[in-house]
């Protein structure tokens, strides 16, 4: 979206004054509403978790599962900052970051997974786990273990995301993530064009 922006407000920075701003801001809501980006995309499936958070003003999402157990599997997601260079082949602009956080009914202790989700193509995706972290306490301990993942052996890296894939972060869950945030991305952009639009019409009255 930040794209996006700078590039309608570089567009209209130069005709400021003359009225042309609002054509410009009214053809660029135009052509986001009649040509919705994400029309047929596979939305992907919640499985065993619920939406626990989804604030429209906020980037973020959290999920939440609860196992019979009394565990507890918490996930937290957002878009990069960066979108993807090469998207021609691919429905979403933006790939995920996500922190997977597990705790024990029984344990203090919480075990926390800071992964990307990317997608693999049209109706797929993964997540790929880039620091995994031991954290004693929830009250003030520091995380160990972190930058220590890419050096483990690649037996125990598959271990841990088979690990993960076994408390739900699967493909259904991941195009969900990707899906829901590319959307919420969009669905604020064409939210904040309504505002200018409202603005600079309000700015041009006599």
């Known amino acids: 979206m930040r794209n996006k922006v700078n590039s309608l407000l570089k567009r209209g920075l130069k005709v400021v004054g003359d009225g042309m701003l609002l054509n410009i801001i009214q053809?660029?809501?135009?052509?986001?509403?009649?040509?919705?980006?994400?029309?047929?995309?596979?939305?992907?499936k919640l499985g065993g978790f619920k939406l626990d958070w989804d604030s429209p003003g906020n980037r973020d999402?959290?999920?939440?599962?609860?196992?019979?157990?009394?565990?507890e599997v918490v996930v937290s997601a957002l878009l990069q900052q960066e979108p993807i260079d090469d998207a021609d082949d691919i429905a979403f602009p933006r790939g995920a970051v996500a922190k997977v956080c597990i705790s024990k009914p029984?344990?203090?202790?919480v075990l926390q997974f800071d992964c990307r989700v990317l997608e693999t193509?049209?109706?797929?995706?993964?997540?790929e786990i880039e620091r995994a972290f031991y954290i004693?306490?929830?009250?003030?301990?520091?995380?160990?273990?972190?930058e220590?993942?890419?050096?483990?052996?690649?037996r125990l890296q598959d271990a841990l995301k088979q690990y993960l894939t076994s408390?739900?972060?699967?493909?259904?869950?991941?195009?969900?993530?990707?899906?829901?945030?590319?959307k919420?991305?969009?669905?604020?952009y064409v939210n904040w064009l309504h505002k200018l639009e409202s603005t600079v019409s309000h700015s041009l009255k006599p």
């Open 148 to 154: 220590f993942f890419s050096t483990l052996d690649p």
């Open 61 to 71: 999402i959290v999920l939440r599962r609860r196992f019979d157990s009394g565990e």
């Open 184 to 188: 919420k991305e969009q669905e604020q």
């Open 106 to 109: 029984s344990l203090s202790s």
């Open 27 to 44: 053809s660029e809501l135009r052509h986001e509403i009649s040509n919705p980006r994400f029309l047929g995309v596979e939305t992907g």
């Open 121 to 127: 193509g049209r109706g797929s995706s993964d997540f």
């Open 167 to 182: 408390k739900g972060i699967r493909e259904g869950l991941t195009n969900y993530i990707l899906c829901h945030l590319n």
């Open 136 to 146: 004693r306490s929830l009250c003030g301990s520091s995380p160990n273990g972190g």
